[in-house]
């Protein structure tokens, strides 16, 4: 892991500005259109979220593995995911479910005034902790547990983000939204086709909209010791 110093901070080579710029380029040109997110996603140092091994790859529209199983999302699907959580206005807080490197997080922490983030891997959760700390992303709340759990201490939410894909949605996570509230969610399995789907609280209907076709890990049962 990298550590955050600010000259690490604001890259060289292939970590550096001008390759983060060609990367909003391609951002924009597959339709990411909220100035804000494209901003953030522009200064926030992703090369600080992987391997080192792997840095002069950060700024590839591309996910990239992160250990234990998991990958660092691709831009644009954590650009598209931070766009539609945006789409009904900004939440006061948001629910993670998933933390894995923390990248994810740390693109909401700078948008939203508070991010609760859930991760079942212990090391992972561990890992962005440091990460956090290092960078000053001091809105960000971590808690080691079963994502399919969700956070109900500080529930509920008027948004919640997922970065595994269930086969379907949980219902703890749907109970936990707020009303009027929006969960963005991938839903699906390895072998079918996975969908990312909006789903908005009305009262106790959950109204759904399917969004585009995505590929997620898994979302698995359980939290490691």
Same mark, same amino acid.
């Given at each position: ?28 040109h597959k339709g ?46 954590? %650009? ?21 490197s923390g990248y ?13 983030? =859930?991760?079942?891997? %212990? ?35 008027? %948004? ?8 379907? =949605? ?37 109204v759904r909209e ?16």
């Amino acid at each position: 892991m990298l550590k955050a110093t600010p000259e690490s901070i604001q890259g060289i080579g292939m970590t550096s500005q001008r390759t983060r710029d060609r990367l909003i380029q391609r951002l924009q040109h597959k339709g990411i259109k909220n100035e804000s997110v494209l901003e953030v996603i522009r200064t926030t140092p992703r090369h600080l979220f992987i391997d080192e091994a792997m840095a002069h790859r950060a700024y590839e529209d591309t996910s990239l593995p992160i250990n234990h199983g998991v990958t660092i999302s691709q831009p644009y699907i954590v %650009a598209r995911m931070t766009e539609l959580i945006l789409s009904h206005g900004i939440p006061d807080k948001v629910l993670e479910v998933g933390t894995g490197s923390g990248y994810q997080a740390a693109i909401l922490s700078r948008l939203i005034k508070q991010v609760y983030s =859930v991760e079942r891997i %212990a090391a992972l959760s561990n890992q962005a902790r440091m990460r956090f700390s290092q960078l000053g992303y001091n809105n960000i709340h971590l808690r080691h547990t079963d994502g399919s759990w969700g956070w109900q201490e500080f529930a509920e939410y008027p %948004a919640i983000i997922v970065t595994a894909a269930p086969s379907e =949605v949980p219902d703890a996570l749907l109970q936990q939204l707020a009303d009027g509230g929006i969960l963005v969610i991938p839903v699906g399995n390895q072998t079918d086709s996975q969908s990312l789907l909006v789903v908005e609280r009305q009262g106790d209907e959950f109204v759904r909209e399917t969004i585009e076709n995505v590929f997620f890990v898994p979302m698995l049962n359980g939290a490691d010791r």
